[in-house]
């Protein structure tokens, strides 16, 4: 497994019952977790000290319960700022194990010795598109949520990105993919984190099963004559490592050669010294 044990201002406290106990900087969270099927004693100070607690509802969805919890706040990884705020169905603008992509394609992309181009595709708040920035990538960070490109704006802007590092896109990641193609255009990186279903800005469905074959060898055109990487994360579906490896294989390494790894992904639990599997990705490199 591949863990995101670097933290500083992100910690998995402790797990039990469906439920995490986080610290975010200074704050501490409870949202529940599908992977925490287990049931471990309250020991940690935190379950009765938190500061915000996402309680799941049985007809679906749930809501906040907020102790002292201010609207937005912030947290840092190495030289990364990322605002936070709880909003719809438990999240809070980042998934902190994505941090052990970060360090690997950021160590790539400071040693390639060359300009990288990066896509970042279903890009969410910007993690990972910050992360390639400040490795020294010019980044095209597209996602079909205005709202969310506007969040990842400001975590560029904390963060202390060049504002000409990454251009922002608000589309349907496919037919982006699609008309750069046509425009000619070319990446030396590509990152992609779909959901297992979603819509576009005019109403485009994604169904992940249907549509990550085509989506990722449609991408893999976009590759560069000289790629470096191509990144594919999956949580919310529960596709083995295996079959991301086997996507890459097939539609990457087959023309590009390289090497393809595809494992877990986890955070270390500090109580009980277990690790919460966040998730698998699959990574292709040069």
Same mark, same amino acid.
């Given at each position: 497994?591949?863990?995101?044990?670097?933290?500083?201002?992100?910690?998995?406290?402790?797990?039990?019952?469906?439920?995490?106990?986080?610290?975010?900087?200074?704050?501490?969270?409870?949202?529940?977790?599908?992977?925490?099927?287990?049931?471990?004693?309250?020991?940690?100070?935190?379950?009765?000290?938190?500061?915000?607690?996402?309680?799941?509802?049985?007809?679906?969805?749930?809501?906040?319960?907020?102790?002292?919890?201010?609207?937005?706040?912030?947290?840092?990884?190495?030289?990364?700022?990322?605002?936070?705020?709880?909003?719809?169905?438990?999240?809070?603008?980042?998934?902190?194990?994505?941090?052990?992509?970060?360090?690997?394609?950021?160590?790539?992309?400071?040693?390639?010795?060359?300009?990288?181009?990066?896509?970042?595709?279903?890009?969410?708040?910007?993690?990972?598109?910050?992360?390639?920035?400040?490795?020294?990538?010019?980044?095209?960070?597209?996602?079909?949520?205005?709202?969310?490109?506007?969040?990842?704006?400001?975590?560029?802007?904390?963060?202390?990105?060049?504002?000409?590092?990454?251009r922002w896109i608000v589309d349907d990641c496919q037919k982006f993919v699609?008309? $750069? +193609?046509?425009?000619?255009?070319?990446?030396? *990186?590509?990152?992609?984190?779909?959901? !297992?279903? %979603? =819509?576009?800005?005019?109403?485009?469905?994604?169904?992940?099963?249907?549509?990550?074959?085509?989506?990722?060898?449609?991408?893999?055109?976009?590759?560069?004559?000289?790629?470096?990487?191509?990144?594919?994360?999956?949580?919310?579906?529960?596709?083995?490592?295996?079959?991301?490896?086997?996507?890459?294989?097939?539609?990457?390494?087959?023309?590009?050669?390289?090497?393809?790894?595809?494992? $877990? +992904?986890?955070?270390?639990?500090?109580?009980? *010294?277990?690790?919460?599997?966040?998730? !698998?990705? %699959? =990574?292709?490199?040069?």
């Amino acid at each position: 497994m591949w863990l995101a044990d670097n933290w500083n201002d992100y910690e998995v406290l402790d797990t039990s019952s469906g439920e995490k106990l986080e610290r975010w900087g200074d704050y501490i969270l409870v949202r529940p977790d599908p992977q925490v099927i287990w049931q471990t004693p309250y020991d940690h100070a935190g379950w009765k000290h938190k500061n915000g607690h996402y309680h799941r509802s049985n007809k679906g969805g749930g809501s906040w319960e907020f102790f002292d919890l201010p609207e937005q706040w912030t947290i840092r990884y190495r030289d990364l700022t990322f605002a936070l705020k709880p909003f719809s169905f438990k999240h809070t603008g980042l998934f902190p194990e994505q941090a052990v992509n970060w360090d690997w394609f950021s160590s790539l992309i400071k040693n390639a010795g060359r300009p990288v181009r990066v896509l970042n595709l279903f890009a969410y708040t910007g993690g990972a598109s910050i992360a390639a920035a400040k490795a020294g990538a010019h980044v095209t960070h597209v996602d079909a949520a205005k709202g969310m490109v506007a969040w990842a704006k400001e975590n560029a802007a904390l963060s202390g990105c060049d504002p000409t590092s990454i251009r922002w896109i608000v589309d349907d990641c496919q037919k982006f993919v699609e008309r $750069e +193609i046509r425009r000619g255009n070319r990446y030396d *990186g590509i990152i992609m984190d779909p959901p !297992s279903y %979603g =819509r576009g800005p005019k109403g485009e469905v994604w169904k992940i099963e249907e549509a990550i074959h085509p989506l990722v060898k449609t991408a893999a055109e976009l590759l560069s004559e000289q790629p470096l990487f191509f990144l594919i994360n999956s949580y919310t579906t529960g596709f083995a490592p295996s079959v991301l490896s086997y996507l890459l294989g097939l539609e990457v390494k087959s023309r590009f050669g390289g090497s393809v790894a595809a494992d $877990e +992904i986890g955070l270390p639990v500090t109580q009980t *010294g277990l690790v919460l599997p966040c998730g !698998s990705s %699959g =990574r292709w490199e040069a």
